[in-house]
Every structure is written in structure tokens, then in C-alpha cells.
């Protein structure tokens, strides 16, 4: 995999929205990495904080996870990882040319008896996780629920109906075990059982208009921005559609409305795609990978629960939080 892109793996992320490209690194890499990964977590035991300064205390910025955002910066041998020429190869085929690294980081998961839920990021992007530790089921691995992008986001969705008996699919492995996978495929993170501490490196991507700041609100300068050529005049009413509706995790309306311009306006989508417009990624261009149903989204849906959440949000914009908040009481 390290220079030619294996056509079942891309077809395959499309499909399923995940892809397990197993260890894409050599062990001397990989062994440089590790002991870079260690070194970062004996100075942050608990991670830093949003300001990237040191925590001192075992509490939770984000749930379930210490994190240390600046790892190229602190440790430039994690920048060996983004030159890898399967991971630019894929990113460049699924992105194009002029790709966005919006964030770069390591994360460590201690024992902890709680999951993430199962929840979606921005539409239209890529992202890769790397295990930099071996991980097995229940330590604190991250799982999907694969062909989920597109489905409603997991707040609004029956998981009842038949589809979701199979459940997630855990990434677990050996370290180096590298998995691309899709923001909008529905993802969580299990428990983790074990007093052995589990950490995995992530990197969240976008196309070439995709805003390369993390979560932190840092500004990173790891993108792929090689060429001029792909900046080409933008058509400002679709790139407004697609800004209104591709950061849809929590808004079933904006999501479906996505899905609908994405997947079924194909000749809307086409310019978009061409014009790189933010939460926009290549299609697979095969009609059978590429094809969505509205029936099979518009059935995954909980009308009761998306009439509830909506109707919140809708009190809660006229009255704001804390008369919500009252009402709730009220109800109580
Ligand atoms: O930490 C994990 O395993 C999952 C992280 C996650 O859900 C996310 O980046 O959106």
C-alpha cells in the first residue's frame, strides 16, 4: 500500500464509510513514533488543556480522553506520518490535490466505564486514525457503524429498526493498524475495562476551502497545498448551501437536505465537487457506490424524537437556556 492506491480499499472506505489499511509504517518508524507517543505522555499524563498548557488533574477536557494537540510541533517525527505516500495518495484521491489538515493529534483513553455515543462530525470530509498501542475489544477503542454517512445523524435515528442489529465495528488491532474513515459515518468510543492506558493518533480532514483549525480553535500549518490549480472561482450560492448544510450533526433537517444537493443533485454536486466548496469530498464515481436512498434515510428516522429536539431548539432560540431550563422545571 505504501505507493500504489488499492482500488478495493478506496471502493471499499466508500462503501462502508471505514476502511482498515493495517500498518501502512516500518517498525523503525513505528518504533521512533512509540517512544515519541510515551516521551509526550510522561511531560502531559493528563494531556493538555485547550490552551495546549499542561493539565494537572485526571478530569476530562473531552470525554474519556487526554489529548496532545501540538504532537508535530513537540515531536517532529509525527510529521513522517502525514508525508506517508498511502495516506497522501488516499487523501489526494478522496479530497483532491490541495487537501486541509484541520487537526493532528494523539489521544489517550485510562480505564473508564463510560462510551461516546454514537455521533457524526462535518459532512464531506475524511479522517484517519493510526493505533499507537495495541487495541483490543473494550479498551477504549473507537467504533462505527458502518454505511451510516448516509443515514439521519444518530440523534434523530431509529436504532431499533433491523439495520443496526448488526452493531458497530470496533478498530482494533496492532499499533500501526491505520483506518480511514468518513466524519459523517456514525462513530463513538467503547469503554475502556483495562487499567492499560490506550492511545490512538487522529487527524480530521477537508478539501482545499476546508477551514485547517482544530478543535481548540488553533489555526495548524500541516495542510497539503501544493498547487494553485484548484483555486477555481467559487459559485457563492452553492458554496452558501453547502456552508448552511454541511455541518449537520445535529440538525436531521440541514443533514437530509445535504444528502439530497450531495448524492441526488448530481449535476449541483459535480460543480461543487469541481470547485472544491467546503464539506465536499470525490465521489467514488461508480452509481452503485455513490447511490442513496431516500426511502431507506427518511425510514431510519425517529419522527418523535426529531419533532422533540427540534421543538427544543426552537423554544430554547426564543426563550434562550436558562428559560428552558425554567420550563423544565415547570415540567418536572
Ligand atoms: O476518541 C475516539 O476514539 C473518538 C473520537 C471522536 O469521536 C471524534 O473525533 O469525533
Known sequence: MENNLEEDKIKTLYLNGLVNLNNIFDQDLLKKIRSAKDKLFKDFPYGQDDNLQKKTAGD???PGSYMIWDVIEREPIFSKILENKAIQNLSKRVLGENYTVASFYIRKTPKINSKLNPHI?????????????????????TFFYEQSHKFPPPPFANTKKSFFKKGPTSITGKVGDTFFWFPDCWHGRNVNE?????????????????????????KVGYSNKQSATENKQKNEVLNRLFKFCGNSPNNVFTHFFY????????????IAIEQRLIFTRNKYGD??????????????IKFSK?????????????????????????FK
Open 60 to 62: 476530562f477536557v473531552r
Open 121 to 141: 462530525d462535518y459532512q464531506g470530509g475524511l479522517s484517519f486514525s493510526i493505533l499507537l498501542d495495541d487495541i483490543s475489544l473494550n479498551q477504549g477503542e
Open 194 to 218: 483495562t487499567n492499560k492506558d490506550t492511545t490512538i493518533l487522529m487527524c480530521h480532514m477537508g478539501n482545499l476551502n476546508h477551514p485547517n483549525k482544530d478543535s481548540t480553535g488553533r
Open 259 to 270: 444528502c439530497l444537493i450531495y448524492f441526488k443533485f448530481s449535476k449541483l454536486s459535480k
Open 287 to 300: 452509481e452503485a457506490v455513490d447511490n442513496f436512498s431516500i426511502t431507506k434515510y427518511l425510514g431510519l
Open 306 to 330: 426529531a419533532i422533540v429536539i427540534t421543538a427544543k431548539k426552537l423554544i430554547k432560540s426564543i426563550v434562550g437556556e436558562k428559560g428552558l431550563s425554567l420550563i423544565r422545571k415547570a
